[in-house]
Nanobody, 129 residues
């Protein structure tokens, strides 16, 4: 059964960089799009960035635009989230989630419909000043 496994989290000082990976354990052919979510301490979960596999169209929330980049590996089995100029408010558990072909729309970063088909367990990112 296909799974998503995150890695690359850690502790970094403000202004630093990290690159997260979301690895698909089997063929990614069933995946239509992937969104990186984060949930900071005392905060609600929010979608940060998404990528649509067919044309690699990307979306970002305003707070990370220009600092974060979501991308696909050549074999489409790893979804990266490169994070630069990190701020303390970026501290959170980062998780990736996928929607399958035939499933919900990929037009939004929101999980309000609860229609993501697959979730990873997350990786912790801590940014200190």
């Amino acid at each position: 059964q296909v799974q998503l496994v995150e890695s690359g989290g850690g502790s970094v000082q403000a202004g630093g960089s990290l690159k997260l990976s979301c690895s698909v354990t089997e063929s990614s052919s069933i995946i239509k799009c992937v969104t990186w979510f984060r949930q900071g301490p005392g905060k609600t979960r929010e979608g940060v960035a998404s990528i649509y596999f067919a044309d690699q169209d990307t979306r970002y929330i305003d707070s990370v635009q220009g600092r974060f980049t979501i991308s696909l590996s050549n074999d489409e089995n790893i979804i990266y989230l490169e994070m630069n100029n990190l701020k303390r408010e970026d501290t959170a558990t980062y998780s990736c989630a996928a929607k399958f072909w035939g499933g919900g729309s990929c037009d939004s970063l929101s999980d309000v419909d609860g229609d993501f088909d697959l979730w990873g367990r997350g990786t912790q990112v801590t940014v200190s000043s």
